[in-house]
């Protein structure tokens, strides 16, 4: 168990719609990052947050946007879902540095 | 901008052999992290390697940068059940705040 938890496990939705995907991170850790992980295009880094701020952007949708609370919980938000959303939305945390990143069990997302 | 290649994308491997997997980089590597996930599963870090030369070990699996810090090696002794997974290579990306990441490597053990 890495101590970083995500919800939820499975997400099945419609083209079109929108879902939000929480994730808590390990207690202490300030940063947070998305990633998403498909079949064909492997771990893609899509955003990172710091203590509430965005600190970096990857290969991030639009139609996605997400924010880290004060509590250091983050959710990522996709909006007008395509079935090539469909994917595992993995969170992970770390203290500051972008080493040794501790990964939460992912959401899988399927969109029909 | 800096890419990381593994080799191979897909190894099966009998148990009990040996096995390297390799990953390349374009650029000069700062800090190099052996991952690996098990299927539709979260990434458990394995290793972390930051010096030209270095060497960690973990149980069965050695991990090394080399002296030019371009290629990292992961090697497994006396392959198990338990270690087949994906491994993927991470490493510190122009920006301090994420890493690149190789495609990985699937490993199959075969009984």
């Known amino acids: 168990d890495s101590g970083v938890t995500q919800t939820p496990k499975h997400l099945i939705t419609a083209t079109g719609q929108r879902v939000t995907l929480r994730c808590s991170p390990r207690?202490?850790?300030?940063?947070v990052y998305w990633y998403q992980q498909s079949l064909d295009q492997g771990l893609q880094f899509l955003i990172q947050?710091?203590?509430?701020?965005?600190?970096a952007k990857g290969n991030i949708l639009e139609r996605f946007s997400a924010q880290q609370f004060p509590d250091l919980h983050s959710e990522l938000n996709l909006s007008s879902l395509e079935l090539g959303d469909s994917a595992l939305y993995f969170c992970?945390?770390?203290?500051?540095?972008?080493?040794?990143?501790?990964f939460g069990p992912g959401t899988r997302l399927t969109v029909l | 901008s800096q890419e990381l290649e593994q080799s191979p994308q897909s190894l099966i491997v009998q148990e009990g052999k040996n096995l390297t997997i390799n990953c390349t980089s374009s650029?000069?590597?700062?800090?190099l992290y052996w991952y690996k996930q098990k299927y539709g599963e979260g990434l458990i870090f394995l290793m972390m390697?930051?010096?030209g030369g270095e060497e960690k070990s973990h149980e069965k699996i050695t991990a090394k940068l080399d002296e030019k810090k371009q290629q990292s090696s992961l090697h497994i002794t006396a392959s198990q059940p338990s270690h087949a997974g994906i491994y993927l290579c991470?490493?510190?990306?122009?920006?301090?705040?994420?890493?690149?990441w190789g495609a990985g490597t699937k490993l199959i053990i075969k009984p």
């Open positions: 992970a945390s770390s203290v500051v540095r972008a080493s040794e990143q501790f």
């Open positions: 207690s202490g850790d300030l940063s």
């Open positions: 947050y710091y203590n509430g701020e965005e600190r």
């Open positions: 650029k000069t590597l700062y800090g």
């Open positions: 390697l930051q010096k």
């Open positions: 991470g490493a510190d990306g122009d920006s301090n705040y994420q890493l690149i």
